[in-house]
């Protein structure tokens, strides 16, 4: 993989350092010698590009393998943690029931462990609107957010907002080109017309 980045970043190299050449030839000959180089060099940069890309679409597919498989090995994990969850729920269900009816006390011992029923600390449930409930009894919560679409909005009419920044990241997106992309010739024929 560094070989092919390698190779795309010197072909790359290679080319600012061509066309600087082709503005500076001299004469028809040295024009053709350059242009077969610039044609050389981007047929490398060509097939560099390609491999790079088709190697990002194969560790994507990769990843989605993976991750997929991941999703289904959770899921197993998921299934196996939830039925002993309910098991373990259903033996505190049934130990409260028994405690409940008297069957058994708030505290049973065995021989090396200890089974206590014990009560949490008292919990509230409001069953009225809060806003009915004496103010004493109330929190009031303000929350201020920032509007970030409406900062970015005004910055892109050429409107900064004081205290902010805004900033974009950049993203390299691999694509496919059209069938007819890229016909080098003709630019090359262009080129030799215009000189």
Same mark, same amino acid.
């Given at each position: *993989? ?16 061509? %066309? ?14 350059? %242009?077969?180089?610039?044609w050389d060099n981007e047929q490398? $940069? ?8 088709n190697l990002v679409d194969q ?19 998921? /299934? ?6 309910? %098991? ?12 409940? #009816?008297?069957?058994?006390?708030? $505290?049973?011992? +065995?021989? /090396?462990? $200890?089974?206590?029923? &014990?009560?949490?600390? !008292? ?8 806003? $009915?409930? !004496? ?5 009031? &919560? ?12 005004? %910055? &892109?009419? +050429?409107? !900064?907002?004081?205290?902010? &920044?805004i900033y974009r990241k950049p993203?390299?997106?691999?694509? *496919?080109? !059209? ?7 003709? *630019?090359? #024929? ?6």
């Amino acid at each position: *993989m560094n070989l092919s980045l390698e190779t795309l970043k010197t072909t790359s190299t290679e080319a600012v350092k061509l %066309w600087q050449a082709l503005n500076n030839a001299k004469d028809d000959e040295e024009t053709d010698a350059i %242009w077969e180089s610039i044609w050389d060099n981007e047929q490398t $940069q060509q097939e560099t590009t390609d491999w790079v890309a088709n190697l990002v679409d194969q560790i994507d597919a990769d990843i989605i393998a993976i991750k997929s498989r991941k999703k289904y090995v959770d899921e197993l994990h998921d /299934q196996a943690i939830a039925k002993l969850q309910l %098991w373990r729920d259903q033996l505190d269900r049934t130990i409260l029931q028994l405690n409940k #009816q008297g069957l058994l006390p708030d $505290q049973i011992t +065995g021989n /090396q462990r $200890q089974i206590s029923i &014990r009560y949490n600390s !008292p919990s509230c449930d409001v069953l009225i609107n809060p806003e $009915q409930l !004496p103010n004493e009894y109330q929190n009031v &919560r303000t929350t201020v957010t920032a509007n970030k679409k409406a900062i970015v909005a005004k %910055w &892109r009419k +050429g409107i !900064p907002v004081k205290g902010t &920044r805004i900033y974009r990241k950049p993203k390299v997106v691999y694509s *496919m080109l !059209p069938a007819n992309a890229g016909n080098y010739q003709l *630019m090359k #024929q262009a080129t030799k017309k215009n000189k």
